[in-house]
T-cell receptor
Framework: DADVTQTPRNRITKTGKRIMLECSQTKGHDRMYWYRQDPGLGLRLIYYSFDVKDINKGEISDGYSVSRQAQAKFSLSLESAIPNQTALYFC????????????FGDGTRLSIL | DAKTTQPNSMESNEEEPVHLPCNHSTISGTDYIHWYRQLPSQGPEYVIHGLTSNVNNRMASLAIAEDRKSSTLILHRATLRDAAVYYCILRGGGAQKLVFGQGTRLTINP
């Protein structure tokens, strides 16, 4: 089983719908992250969480919200999806020390029509 | 975030070594050098990281210049599965995000 699991892997939905992307990890890491990747571009940070009670906005948080239900679970919600939120979404985890690597899930491909 | 510079693309042959360069002339003393790769339709995968000394793991080796202004990721014996985009990233204290540049697209010929 993968250490970082994202569900669903693919989703097609309509403008205005509420969408939730889920991430769970078995690595025991405190820190979790949500990124999005657009074609030809690098990853951009949406939100990150240092633990269940510590959630922080990243560089592109507008239009998104998150929930850290447990150490192992971190969900990303699009309250009212719009077409320019069509992208690949990745969840990642890391240990506490800043130089430790991040470990990524396989991503959710989200299309908003 | 300190900037890294990598070639846009490189090509190599299967079973040969590959040396992927990265320049980071503005690196600070506490920046770690990280390498990730991203295979098609997958999330980024951690490869290796180091601070000053050369590092080896089961996937690759990382050679860091003495002045730390450049580094080289070495794949000792490339396979077709190593075809991916490779990213060199500097990770400093307080930086929560990984800044992925354009990376180097590595093609492996059979």
């Amino acid at each position: 089983d993968a250490d970082v699991t994202q569900t669903p892997r693919n989703r097609i939905t309509k403008t205005g719908k509420r969408i939730m992307l889920e991430c769970s990890q078995t690595k025991g890491h405190d820190r979790m992250y949500w990124y999005r990747q657009d074609p030809g571009l690098g990853l951009r940070l949406i939100y990150y969480s240092f633990d269940v009670k510590d959630i922080n906005k990243g560089e592109i948080s507008d239009g998104y919200s998150v929930s850290r239900q447990a150490q192992a679970k971190f969900s990303l919600s699009l309250e009212s999806a719009i077409p320019n939120q069509t992208a690949l979404y990745f969840c990642a985890t890391s240990d506490r020390l800043y130089y430790q690597p991040q470990h990524f899930g396989d991503g959710t491909r989200l299309s908003i029509l | 975030d300190a900037k890294t510079t990598q070639p846009n693309s490189m090509e190599s042959n299967e079973e040969e070594p590959v040396h992927l360069p990265c320049n980071h002339s503005t690196i600070s003393g506490t920046d770690y050098i990280h390498w990730y790769r991203q295979l098609p339709s997958q999330g980024p995968e951690y490869v290796i990281h180091g601070l000053t000394s050369n590092v080896n793991n089961r996937m690759a080796s990382l050679a860091i210049a003495e002045d730390r202004k450049s580094s080289t990721l070495i794949l000792h014996r490339a396979t077709l599965r190593d075809a991916a985009v490779y990213y060199c990233i500097l990770r400093g204290g307080g930086a929560q995000k990984l800044v992925f540049g354009q990376g180097t697209r590595l093609t492996i010929n059979p």
